[in-house]
């Protein structure tokens, strides 16, 4: 029987497995998939969860639950030799072993992208995991909860509540503006607080924000931040954030205590413990039907898929003529790819990838948002309405997005939970405090 091994869990790999289950006959072919959490993760709504509009479990997606013919390894691919075949994995817990397969799939997704910047890698946090949209949460209501303790205009007052999300891309603009919206909610909860001491910047280093959208539209989207007390610099680059202590290339200076990264990223550094054939950036090269390719040729039995390749954008579309790495690539590239490998399995050809952008949509807060398909925007409340259609629709598995569309209609009534659990780092901290020990 052929082994399939899916290195990654996440948006393509999770589909390619998802769907390898339903097009492989019984005995076809056994799947593996690795990766060292087990629940893939929907990034667009880490910056719901940040703002705490969407639980953190609901927009995850247990593998064990859903992929119920695929073997499931918790663990790491520390290295792969394709010309051997086999693939190193390192579990959760466990000695390392080796691991035969015939077709390999590469689905390890991207990483956060930074530069040496004194104090980024000491003070900043990411946004593309599930445990960092939690952070963020809990510290921004941690922090409002220890500025109300202190006296007005003192310094530490203000450092707690300034926020800095640095990446003026659909991230950076979509978290920036759901943690302004959750501040200015949550101020009628702290009557010790006034809006005009809270602090939200963000900080661009190119003249615009989201290139994924029209100039018009980004201007937009400037004037509205502007509006609700949220100031954005373009044209400008971090030189510091050493202590907590923003230093701004246009010479201004402020302290804070979160700070959010969302600059950028890159294809899974693990790629460099393989012997793929990989380009500039570091991605796996890989033809329009997901097979990866080498200088001399197809690589046989390889294929990848996400944001960890440089697969081509046949519409003549994408950066640079490759699909830019988005939820809208991984999840159809990873759909296809199954097909993809069952076609291959039975003597079929592989089919190219194939995907017309269907345009930007972002969410700005509680209704608020940007549509962009073509010239025609949206703006405003419909904007977010079809936000939350979209991604709500383009949730994995009818059980999650029950839970994410019963969690949006019960904080339509209710509000938004405001509890920070930031104690949770710590959950032995009371117990280990009073528990009685051995008298010496």
């Known amino acids: 029987m052929p082994k ?34 087990p629940y893939m993760t929907y990034q667009p709504f880490l910056p719901e969860v940040a703002a705490g509009s969407i639980e953190p479990r609901h927009a995850i997606v247990n593998l064990r639950s859903h992929l119920m013919r695929t073997n499931v390894v918790a663990g790491k691919v520390t290295a792969i030799s394709h010309a051997k075949k086999t693939a190193t994995i390192t579990p959760n817990v466990g ?5 035969k397969y015939d077709h390999i799939v590469f689905t390890a997704g991207a990483v956060s992208r930074t530069f040496p910047i004194p104090g980024v890698a000491e003070y900043a946090t990411g946004l593309k995991t599930i445990e960092e949209a939690v952070y963020i949460r809990d510290k921004l209501l941690t922090n409002f909860d220890k500025a109300a303790q202190l006296p007005k205009g003192s ?63 980004s201007q937009w989207v400037l004037k509205n931040l502007d509006s609700r007390g949220a100031t954005v610099h373009l044209d400008t680059q971090l030189k510091s954030a050493e202590g907590g202590k923003i230093e701004l ?27 793929f054939p990989l380009d500039d950036r570091g991605r796996l090269r890989v033809r329009p039907d997901l097979r990866v390719e080498g200088d001399e ?13 440089a697969c081509p954008d046949l519409t003549g579309g994408g950066v640079g003529g490759y699909c830019v790495p988005n939820a809208q690539h991984a999840v159809r590239q990873g759909k296809l790819l199954a097909k993809n490998i069952v076609a291959v399995l039975r003597g079929e050809n592989p089919t190219d990838y194939f995907h017309k952008n269907l345009g930007a949509v972002a969410g700005l807060g ?40 019963w969690g949006w209609w019960n904080n339509f009534w209710l509000g938004r939970d405001i509890a920070s659990i930031a104690a949770a780092e710590e959950p032995r901290r009371i117990f280990e405090m009073y528990a009685s020990r051995p008298k010496k």
């Open 4 to 37: 399939i091994l899916i290195v990654g869990g996440g948006y393509a790999g999770f589909y390619t497995a998802w769907k390898l289950e339903k097009w492989l006959r019984k005995g076809e072919a056994e799947v593996t998939i690795v990766d060292p959490l």
């Open 95 to 99: 000695k390392e072993r080796k691991e």
């Open 155 to 217: 310094k530490e007052r203000e450092r707690l509540l300034t926020t800095v999300v640095v990446g003026g891309g659909f991230a950076g603009i979509e978290v920036f503006a759901e943690l302004r919206s959750l501040a200015s909610a949550i101020l009628k909860d702290y009557p010790e607080i006034t809006f005009d001491e809270t602090h939200f910047h963000l900080v661009e280093a190119m003249s615009r924000i989201m290139p994924e959208v029209s100039l018009k539209t």
């Open 249 to 275: 290339s246009s010479g201004k200076t402020f302290e804070t205590d979160l700070i959010v990264w969302t600059a950028g990223v890159m294809a899974s550094p693990m790629l460099r413990d393989t012997d």
């Open 297 to 309: 040729g197809i690589v046989a039995g390889a294929w990848g898929a996400g944001d960890a390749t």
């Open 366 to 405: 509680l209704w608020v948002g940007v549509f962009q398909s073509g010239k025609l925007a949206v703006k405003g409340w419909p904007a977010w309405i079809a936000h939350r259609g979209y991604h709500g629709l383009a949730m994995p598995t009818w059980e999650r997005k029950f839970r994410v569309v």
